[in-house]
């Protein structure tokens, strides 16, 4: 079992929906939560950063920690075509480095 | 636009041979990372640099290896090359030494072995 689950999708939905993407992690050291956005053909890009858990927000998108579930979710909404893109959540503990789910794909149709 | 770069942005090869990456990080950046992302594996750390000095290791084969020069930028050497090492290669810069430090992707280096 990989440290970090996600569902790979691909996830198809229309342009103004609420978008909800949700990993699930083994590790219970895991403190530091992730999101990163991946456009084709690009390298990985920080989106969001959670420490424990909580909710944070910035703009259009949430991010959620559950650290009794072990459950990371992100949240866009009013999503954009220009959100198209392969989503990766990411955890670690301590200084430890980064252990990615496989990223989900997310389709906004105009 | 990153700010780091890495070349070639497309690599074709045979099995058995031996092919070099090169990154270079954004300015003022002293960490360099490299990662291997594959659809079976999703994106996987396998070594970090730190000014020139080797900082941490993952999942990293014995056939592959990194060094990081003065001038900061690395290359990453994978040889004895397999088909199950066709992937996308992303090196990663950061200021600092540790993980808490944003890490800013590359482009990638699309590495197809036949």
């Known amino acids: 079992q990989k440290e970090v689950e996600q569902d790979p999708g691909p996830l198809s939905v229309p342009e103004g929906a609420i978008v909800s993407l949700n990993c699930t992690y083994s590790n219970s050291a895991f403190q530091y939560f992730m999101w990163y956005r991946q456009y084709s053909r690009k390298g990985p890009e920080l989106l969001m950063y959670?420490?424990?858990?909580g909710n944070k927000e910035d703009g259009r998108f949430t991010a959620q920690v559950d650290k009794s579930s072990k459950y990371i979710s992100l949240f866009i909404r009013d999503s954009q075509p220009s959100d198209s893109a392969t989503y990766l959540c990411a955890s670690r503990s301590g200084n430890t480095p980064l252990v990615f789910g496989k990223g989900t794909r997310l389709s906004v149709i105009a | 636009d990153s700010g780091v770069t890495q070349t070639p942005k497309h690599l074709i090869t045979a099995t058995g041979q031996r092919v070099t990456l090169r990154c270079s990080p954004r300015?003022?950046?002293?960490?360099v990372y490299w990662y291997q992302q594959s659809l079976d594996q999703g994106l996987q750390f396998l070594i970090q640099y730190y000014n020139g000095e080797e900082r941490a290791k993952g999942n990293i084969l014995e056939r592959f290896s990194a060094q990081q020069f003065p001038d900061l930028h690395s290359e990453l050497n994978l040889s004895s090359l397999e088909l199950g090492d066709s992937a996308l290669y992303f090196c990663a810069s950061s200021v600092g030494r540790g993980w808490t430090d944003t890490q800013y992707f590359g482009p990638g280096t699309r590495l197809t072995v036949l």
């Open positions: 300015s003022g950046d002293l960490s």
């Open positions: 959670t420490y424990s858990s």
